[in-house]
T-cell receptor, first 112, second 113 residues
């Protein structure tokens, strides 16, 4: 069964700290992996997309890495800010399916 | 292009009533997806279309649920005889054959009372 797991479920850090969110997935035959941000009661905002042939993607203070062989991806947030407070979702698309499967997310709180 | 649009943003309905949601995808995207999200959970796949063809349906999609995408443009998701367990956020996404990732709309929050 294809599953996505995110650890930790929740994280609270002081402003300015660098942090890492983890995503693990079963079955390494992925097509791509996408990280999203979700604010309370809102839709999903795409942060980074990593194709299966790539090892990492960067956007501003965000860096996402992909290790297919170990079934893991990490989202690194540098110099966190209170505005980064949100739920971060990892979603995986596998080769044999045309849909994304999501983890349950990491709820991040950055306090001043 | 303003992205994926969903309407309404919020819907409160009485148990047993029918509701219909609409999704307008990004115009050049040929794939359209419906997901459902309950509190504290990640979105769960319901169904998807490639152009006007509905290619996959989750077993979460009971016979009270029906989705259409006439002419391969906008899509509607109808829930008949709503139940309290249907209360959730219904999210729509579109993509260009899975390339370049998925773009999600803002969702429709359904509350069944």
């Amino acid at each position: 069964k294809q599953e996505v797991t995110q650890i930790p479920a929740a994280l609270s850090v002081p402003e300015g700290e660098n942090l890492v969110l983890n995503c693990s997935f079963t079955d390494s035959a992925i097509y791509n992996l996408q990280w999203f941000r979700q604010d309370p009661g809102k839709g999903l905002t795409s942060l980074l997309l990593i194709q299966s042939s790539q090892r990492e993607q960067t956007s501003g203070r965000l860096n996402a890495s992909l290790d297919k062989s170990s079934g893991r991806s990490t989202l690194y947030i540098a110099a966190s800010q209170p505005g980064d407070s949100a739920t971060y979702l990892c979603a995986v698309g596998w080769m044999n399916t045309d849909k994304l499967i999501f983890g349950t997310g990491t709820r991040l709180q950055v306090f001043p | 292009d303003t992205g994926v649009s969903q309407d309404p943003r919020h819907k409160i309905t009485k148990r047993g009533q029918n509701v219909t949601f609409r999704c307008d995808p990004i115009s050049e995207h040929n794939r359209l997806y419906w997901y459902r999200q309950t509190l504290g959970q990640g979105p769960e796949f319901l169904t998807y279309f490639q152009n006007e063809a509905q290619l996959e349906k989750s077993r979460l999609l009971s016979d009270r649920f029906s989705a259409e995408r006439p002419k391969g443009s906008f899509s509607t998701l109808e829930i008949q005889r709503t139940e309290q367990g249907d209360s959730a956020m219904y999210l729509c996404a579109s993509s260009l054959a899975g390339l370049y990732g998925y773009t999600f709309g803002s969702g429709t929050r359904l509350t069944v009372v």
